[in-house]
Nanobody
Framework: QVQLMESGGGSVQAGGSLTLSCTASRYTDRPYCMTWFRQVSGKKREGVAT???????KYADFVKGRFTISEDNAKKTVYLQMNSLKPEDTATYYC????????????????????WGQGTQVTVSS
């Protein structure tokens, strides 16, 4: 049973930066994709950025050029560096792991993902 733990959320002003971390534990092989999702209460969960086991990354259009996903395999940790934050980036951010490739990871329904973290809140004020 893979366990995912997010950290790094918080409150920042527009234009600021935050780095989220997702640390995985209790698995022996790396799932194909580690993906960051976000969700605003009452709205659908949406994919933000993903990185697969080959290091291939993909981003949602609304974060391209502002967010960067990376990984440290030794630490079993995936990061989401978020720059130039906007108030519309306010959401709960979730880390998920699933046997997918980056090319499909942001397109599939979130139910394709097997493992989820508990979420971390990001609030961007104007």
């Amino acid at each position: 049973q893979v366990q995912l733990m997010e950290s790094g959320g918080g409150s920042v002003q527009a234009g600021g930066s935050l780095t989220l971390s997702c640390t995985a534990s209790r698995y022996t092989d790396r799932p194909y994709c580690m993906t960051w999702f976000r969700q605003v209460s009452g709205k659908k969960r949406e994919g933000v950025a993903t990185i697969d086991s080959d290091g291939i990354t993909k981003y949602a259009d609304f974060v391209k050029g502002r967010f960067t996903i990376s990984e440290d395999n030794a630490k079993k940790t995936v990061y989401l560096q978020m720059n130039s934050l906007k108030p519309e980036d306010t959401a709960t951010y979730y880390c998920a792991a699933g046997r997918l490739y980056a090319s499909q990871a942001l397109e599939v329904d979130p139910t394709w993902y097997t493992y989820w973290g508990q979420g971390t809140q990001v609030t961007v004020s104007s």
